[in-house]
DNA sequence: CAACCATCGGCAAACGTTTGCCCGTATCGG
DNA sequence: CCGATACGGGCAAACGTTTGCCGATGGTTG
C-alpha cells in the first residue's frame, strides 16, 4: 500500500515544474504540445490521478453534490435519487445522499454539516419552511423538487395536472361525487390540487369531498378509508400511494370492495402500485426524470460560464389505470 | 455570502498563533485552559466551522465513507441504505451513496473514483469477484454485505437459515415436494442455501427441487414460476421477494391459486411483501441492522487505537408467515 | 534595427488545517 | 542554588493543487 503518485512525482518525471505539469494536464494549449505530451505520458506511467482535496482546497469546489430527502426509506425518492445519481455521475461528481429523518432540525444540521463539503444540493420535498429555505439558498447553491421557493430554481411534478385528469377518469365512469384524501397542510402540491379540484369538479359535474390532513403514509390509511367512508362518495383519490396502500388495507378488512364498491386513485405510482390487489390506478410522475432535471439545473448554476437566473422545470404527469377504479356503484356504500 | 471564518480569524480574534487555537479546539489539554475556553468563545462568535477540505489535506483523512449498492432502486437495499446513513451519522462521517448499476465495470470505476475522496467503503452485495475484491480490500478499508472474502471484516445475513426454517414450516404444512427457484450461481448465498436445503430436505423427509439459475427480477418469475409449475411440486421458496412477486404475478395469470394450490416463500421482507395479495410469507432480513452493522464494523476499523483483524458479523433470519403458504393440497397442479 | 508581442516555462503564494520541534518560564527535588 | 522536568505557546513545514506573475526566447512588424 505505497503512497499514491503526486504531481510533484510527475512532474520530476517529465522533468518539468510542478505548474508546469498542472498545466499540462489541465489546460490544454497553455504548454507547447511535446511537453504535454510527455508529462501526459509521465502521468500515466505512474498511475497519477489528482487528488481531490487537492483540488478543492486550491479551488474551493469539491465537485461534490448532495441529494437531501426527508426520508430514503419513501419509495417516492427512489426515482429522485436514481436519476439525480444518473446526472452527476455524468458529469464525475459524487453524490453524497442525506436522509433528513422528516426533522426540520435534522435537516438544517445536515446542511450546516454539508456546506462547507459540497458544491450545491438538491433539495426534494424539504421540511424547511420558505424563510429557512431563502436563507439558506444564499448560502449555497441549491436546486428544489417539487417545492417553489422565489428567485430559486427549481423542479415541480405536475400532480395538479394529473389530479384533474384522474378526476375525469372517475367522472366518464360515472362517478358523482368523490373524495381527496389530501396530504399536509404544508404541502404545496396539496394546496394545489385542491385549487384544480375546485375548478375541475365544476367544469365535470362531480361533487368533491375534500378531507384530512392525513400523514402520507401507509399506517394514516386506515383514518382516511373511514373518514372516505363516512363521506358517502364512490371513489376516493389519495395524496399518494402509500396513503392509498393505507386505504386498501382498511378497506379490505372493513369487506368493502375494490373497485366494485368503492374506487381509489393514489399518486407518484411508487415501487409497489402494480403489487397490490387490485393494482393501484394513480398519477405517475416521472420522478427520475424529476432528479434528472434537478441535478441538471444545479451543475448549470455551478457552471462560472453559465448565465445566472432561476429556472423553473415543470414536468407532465399521466394517469396510469390499473384495477382499483371502475363503473360507479349504483349504492353508496358507507 | 461572505467568506466564512478560518482559524487564522479565531486565532487573531483571541490573540494566539494559529497553532495554539488549532489545539485548544481539538486537543483537550495540550493548551492552558484559560487560553483554550478565549479560544473556543472567539469561535463560537465568530461562528467557526473547520473546513473539512483543509482537514482532509492535512490528515489524509475525509471522514467519508461510501456505501456500494448494485442498483438504487431495488429495495433490498433500502433497509441497508439507512442502516448505514444511521450508524455514520453517528459518528459524523459523510454518507456517499454510490450505484454501480449491476456491472462490474462501473463498480470498479467507482472504487477507483473513490479511493481518494472517501476513507473507506461498505459494499452491498458486490459483484466483483473474489480476485477483484481481495485486491481492492488492499487499496482501502472496507466491508463486504452478504459476500465473506477472506481475511476481510464483513456482515453475513443468514438466509440459509431462515430457508431452514421456512422448508420446516412448509413440512408442517404437509408439503413433502417443494420446489427451490434459486439465483445467480456466483452467489454466496445461493450455494449456502442449497446445502442448507439439502441436508433439512433429508432431515425433514421433504423432497426439495433445484430450479434455476433465475435473474433476482420480477420480470424473471414468469420464468420461474413455469419451471415451478412443471416440477409437480406444492410450494416453491423463492431466492428473494422480487422474484416471489413476479412468480405469484404468473400464478395469477395461469390461475393457480395462492396457497390453495401453490404456497410460495419469498426472502427479505423488502417493502412490498406485505402489499402483494395473498401478502408474501418470507424470510425476514435484518437489513437495517446489517447496514448498522457493517458501517460499524468499518469505523472500528478506520480507528487507529483500535486492534486490527477481520471480524464476521452473522445476523439472523426469522420467518414472517403472511397468506401465500399454507396447507398442501392433496393433488399437484401443473 | 528597434520595438513589440506571442509562446512557454518556472517561481511562489494561496487554500485551511495539523503537528513536530523548539523555546521560555515555572516548578520541583536534591 | 542548580539541574531536571513539566507546561504552554509559537514557528514553520507539510498535505496537493491551482494560478498570478515574471522572465526568457524567438519571431513579427513598422
Not at 444518473?86 to 444540521?109: F, I
Not at 459540497?118 to 449555497?140: C, I, K, N, P, Q
Request: net charge positive; with cysteine; aromatic share 4%.
Amino acid at each position: 500500500m505505497t503512497r499514491p503518485p503526486t504531481l510533484r512525482d510527475v512532474a520530476a518525471a517529465s522533468g518539468v515544474a510542478i505548474s508546469t505539469a498542472s498545466r499540462a494536464l489541465t489546460k490544454p494549449g497553455r504548454v507547447n504540445e511535446r511537453t504535454a505530451t510527455r508529462v501526459r505520458e509521465a502521468a500515466r506511467e505512474l498511475g497519477y490521478a489528482p487528488s481531490p482535496t487537492g483540488r478543492a482546497l486550491s479551488s474551493g469546489r469539491t465537485r461534490m453534490v448532495a441529494l437531501l430527502v426527508p426520508d430514503v426509506t419513501n419509495p417516492y425518492f427512489f426515482g429522485i435519487v436514481r436519476g439525480t445519481a444518473a446526472r452527476l455521475r455524468a458529469d464525475g461528481y459524487v453524490h453524497v445522499l442525506v436522509d433528513a429523518e422528516e426533522s426540520v432540525e435534522a435537516e438544517e444540521r445536515a446542511l450546516r454539516a454539508l456546506r462547507p463539503t459540497v458544491d450545491g444540493a438538491v433539495l426534494a420535498a424539504s421540511r424547511l419552511d420558505d424563510d429557512r429555505l431563502t436563507s439558506w439558498s444564499h448560502e449555497f447553491p441549491m436546486v428544489t423538487v417539487n417545492r417553489p421557493v422565489p428567485d430559486q430554481s427549481g423542479v415541480l411534478v405536475d400532480t395538479a395536472g394529473g389530479t384533474g385528469q384522474a378526476l375525469a377518469h372517475l367522472a366518464s365512469l360515472g362517478h358523482r361525487r368523490v373524495a381527496y384524501a389530501g396530504g399536509p397542510r404544508a404541502s404545496w402540491s396539496d394546496r394545489r390540487r385542491r385549487a384544480v379540484l375546485r375548478t375541475a369538479a365544476k367544469r365535470l359535474g362531480v361533487e368533491v369531498v375534500g378531507l384530512g390532513p392525513f400523514v402520507p403514509r401507509r399506517e394514516d390509511g386506515a383514518a382516511a378509508a373511514d373518514a372516505v367512508l363516512h363521506a358517502e362518495v364512490t371513489a376516493v383519490l389519495a395524496f399518494d400511494d402509500l396513503l392509498a396502500f393505507g386505504i386498501l388495507d382498511r378497506l379490505a378488512e372493513r369487506g368493502v370492495d375494490v373497485p366494485g364498491a368503492m374506487s381509489v386513485v393514489g399518486c407518484d405510482d411508487v415501487f409497489g402500485a402494480d403489487l397490490v390487489r387490485p393494482g393501484l390506478t394513480t398519477i405517475a410522475a416521472p420522478l427520475e426524470r424529476a432528479g434528472h432535471a434537478a441535478a441538471d439545473l444545479l451543475l448549470a448554476r455551478l457552471d462560472p460560464t453559465h448565465p445566472g437566473g432561476s429556472v423553473t422545470v415543470e414536468l407532465p404527469t399521466h394517469l396510469v389505470v390499473r384495477g382499483s377504479t371502475g363503473q360507479a356503484p349504483l349504492r353508496v356504500v358507507r
